[in-house]
């Protein structure tokens, strides 16, 4: 099947030229909306998907799609935030029967985070369907890479069901010492923001070895269509519950930063990833006090009045989706927090290392290093990731 992989991208290639010398605008239309690509691939299989509430055709859901179409849907694996999408971010799961459609729901964000052998020798086929938004840090590229793992140790070939990357081809921040850091928000050797789609960047997984053992996946990527790197994508669907709109997605590379820290960055608000702030901030009238809510029921912080930063508004959308990586937000913080407060070592967690993926920039941060001096130490490795993921990429930039 692995050839299909290559068919799929000729005939987005043809499909781009034909639309450019139509001259005529082609919808934006996900892989999961390709219906005819994929549904006689798995017609008479034992199928597994790895999804969540994103993966929509319309208002329906891919799996309600699928079973209505008599596809045997044998199994769903759970992610982070489970198959519904509504789990605190950070809270494992157990196995269960999904009420609304019956079908048992395998948790890979449980005991485990990779679907078992146990299960992926029940099936014939497996499909992955979710909504990203183009970071290293963001876990549904660790689970897709987990699934691509597990489908090569048991010879189950994977349909890849491709969705756009709301921080389009944006490209920004370390690349990931995988030797120190490599985890469940570290997966692969690539910068905080990798501007590709997670169909793009399945191929570079294989196409790089970043496997264990050099293992190969069967995949086959389903393009969008009518899709460019540069084409603005507003999410229908919230992908995960403390991301509400675009403009926390974008905001999402240098505010998640915080999650490595002491201070709040707006989990429990109306406005999660859009602000930060702690009770000991001094100098800024903005101010806000987390308390539990569906999505975040223990959210840092609780019940403090907490002063900071209010982004919702400013900078505007193009300069935060521009710069991508931005520290400043963290510098700002930390600087107020060890000159009024006296916070320098309880600042930081140990997370924060895990998160940007490299030991220096922290230290650099505490000693007071300019942000033009640390970012200028990972340029030259953006270049170089710029140019291995050429071969991967699906969509024009």
């Known amino acids: 099947m692995k050839h299909l992989y290559y068919i799929g991208i000729l005939c987005l290639s043809l499909f781009v030229i034909s639309c450019g010398n139509s001259g005529k605008e082609v919808a934006l ?4 909306e390709n219906t005819t690509a994929y549904l006689s691939l798995l017609e008479g299989k034992k199928v597994g998907i790895l999804t969540n509430h994103t993966a929509t055709i319309g208002d329906i859901h891919l799996v309600d799609h699928l079973v209505s179409h008599g596809i045997d849907v044998r199994m769903i694996f759970g992610p ?6 509504d789990a605190d971010a950070g809270r494992r799961f157990d196995h269960h029967v999904d009420e609304a459609t019956g079908i048992p729901v395998v948790s890979v964000y449980g005991k485990t985070l990779i679907p078992a052998d146990e299960y992926m020798q029940e099936l014939d086929i497996a499909v992955f369907d979710i909504q990203d938004v183009g970071l290293r840090f963001y876990t ?7 699934l691509m793992e597990a489908c090569a140790r048991n010879d189950v070939p994977l349909i890849i069901l491709d969705r756009p990357n709301p921080n389009g081809h944006i490209v920004s921040g370390p690349v990931l010492d995988s030797e120190k850091y490599t985890s469940f ?8 923001v990798h501007g590709m789609t997670l169909g793009e960047m399945a191929g570079m997984i294989n196409g790089e070895n970043w496997l264990p053992d050099n293992m190969q996946a069967d995949i086959t990527v389903i393009p969008c269509t009518g899709y460019t790197h540069s084409t603005e994508y507003i999410l229908p669907l919230k992908p995960s519950p403390n991301l509400p709109n675009n403009r926390s997605i974008y ?3 240098s505010i998640c930063l915080f999650e490595g820290t002491t201070s709040s960055l707006g989990r429990g608000t109306e406005f999660p990833f859009q602000v930060y702030g702690h009770p000991l901030m001094e100098g800024y009238d903005f101010s ?3 308390v539990p809510v569906p999505g975040a029921m223990n959210p840092p912080l609780k019940d403090q009045l907490c002063y900071g930063v209010d982004l919702r508004t400013e900078p505007s959308d193009e300069y935060v989706r521009a710069r991508g990586f931005d520290l400043s937000y963290i510098v700002d913080a930390y600087t107020n927090l060890k000159e009024h407060a006296g916070m320098d070592d309880a600042f930081f967690t140990a997370y924060f290392d895990k998160l940007v993926g490299v030991d220096y920039v922290r230290p650099m941060i505490q000693e007071g290093v300019p942000i033009e001096e640390i970012e200028a130490l990972w340029q030259e490795d953006l270049e170089a990731f710029k140019k291995q993921r050429e071969p991967y990429l699906l969509y024009p930039l």
């Open 80 to 85: 982070e935030h489970g198959f519904r999408g």
């Open 288 to 290: 806000f006090t987390p």
């Open 140 to 146: 549904y590229l660790s689970s897709m890479y987990y």
């Open 251 to 253: 905001l999402y590379p």
């Open 29 to 32: 239309r996900t892989g999961a």
């Open 185 to 192: 928000v570290g997966i692969a050797p690539i910068p905080v």
